[in-house]
């Protein structure tokens, strides 16, 4: 795999193999990882990562808090309300996914139930949560985002997928109290980490728009 296959063939896994993953694997992509970028060196990520008890604990956890409405923003993904083309580009996804699952648009429990697999790491071995002290700023969160690729990418070298997860910030309280992570720092994402099954939503490829949509060449 050259790394035009790592990126362009790389998408987001939502059923995983219950084998295991072994955490010298693990460590190795995160150290490759660090190699990121960031401003002057800052290095502001942080990365817990979840196996076992703890992980069955979390996704315990959070179903409770679902079924008690307790959720709590660990910050706004999105404005609300999301305009175009934004929001065609959300619905055309979650649609595309409902389909691969077999749920109908108005099928509201069985998308509830689909919804749910989120916080059980889609069956992946590994969650990995990254994490940066809450006081840095616009700068931070890039460097972040690109360790986290880095992460993706590296990956699918040892033969395993990912799915990146901002949904668990929708539940930012519970993360935080059942592992241990201080108020002072900011959970930026979650990520499911393992060995991808075969299942019909995997085989979902978002589209992306043509270069002529978001780049601009001046001479």
């Given at each position: 795999?050259?790394?035009?296959q790592?990126?362009?063939?790389?998408?987001?896994?939502?059923?995983?193999?219950?084998?295991?993953?072994?955490?010298?694997?693990?460590k190795k992509?995160?150290?490759?990882?660090?190699?990121?970028?960031?401003?002057?060196?800052?290095?502001?990520?942080?990365?817990?990562?979840?196996?076992?008890?703890?992980?069955?604990?979390?996704?315990?956890?959070?179903?409770?808090?679902?079924?008690?409405?307790?959720?709590?923003l660990?910050?706004?993904?999105m404005?609300?309300?999301?305009?175009?083309?934004?929001?065609?580009?959300?619905?055309?996804?979650?649609y595309?996914?409902?389909?691969?699952?077999g749920?109908?648009?108005?099928?509201?429990?069985?998308?509830?139930?689909?919804?749910?697999r989120?916080?059980?790491?889609?069956?992946?071995?590994?969650?990995?949560?990254?994490?940066?002290d809450?006081?840095l700023?616009?700068?931070?969160?890039?460097?972040?985002?690109?360790?986290?690729?880095?992460?993706?990418?590296?990956?699918?070298?040892?033969?395993?997928?990912?799915?990146?997860?901002?949904?668990?910030?929708?539940?930012?309280?519970?993360?935080?109290?059942?592992?241990?992570?201080?108020?002072?720092?900011?959970?930026?994402?979650?990520?499911?980490?393992?060995?991808?099954?075969?299942?019909?939503?995997n085989?979902?490829?978002?589209?992306?728009?043509?270069?002529?949509?978001?780049?601009?060449?001046?001479?």
């Amino acid at each position: 795999m050259n790394v035009t296959q790592a990126i362009t063939e790389r998408h987001s896994i939502r059923r995983f193999l219950p084998k295991k993953v072994p955490l010298e694997i693990v460590k190795k992509i995160l150290r490759d990882a660090c190699r990121a970028p960031s401003g002057t060196n800052t290095q502001p990520w942080k990365v817990t990562c979840v196996i076992g008890k703890t992980k069955e604990r979390l996704s315990k956890a959070i179903k409770e808090a679902i079924k008690n409405d307790q959720a709590d923003l660990e910050y706004q993904y999105m404005p609300s309300p999301l305009r175009e083309p934004y929001i065609s580009r959300k619905r055309k996804i979650g649609y595309s996914l409902y389909e691969l699952y077999g749920i109908e648009k108005d099928d509201y429990p069985a998308r509830k139930k689909a919804m749910l697999r989120n916080f059980e790491f889609f069956g992946a071995p590994i969650g990995l949560f990254f994490r940066m002290d809450r006081d840095l700023l616009y700068g931070s969160w890039l460097d972040v985002g690109m360790f986290m690729q880095n992460v993706m990418i590296l990956a699918r070298e040892h033969g395993l997928e990912s799915c990146p997860q901002q949904a668990w910030c929708e539940f930012g309280s519970t993360v935080h109290k059942v592992l241990n992570i201080p108020q002072e720092e900011i959970i930026v994402s979650g990520m499911s980490l393992g060995f991808a099954a075969k299942a019909p939503e995997n085989t979902l490829i978002s589209e992306r728009a043509d270069i002529d949509e978001f780049s601009v060449f001046l001479d």
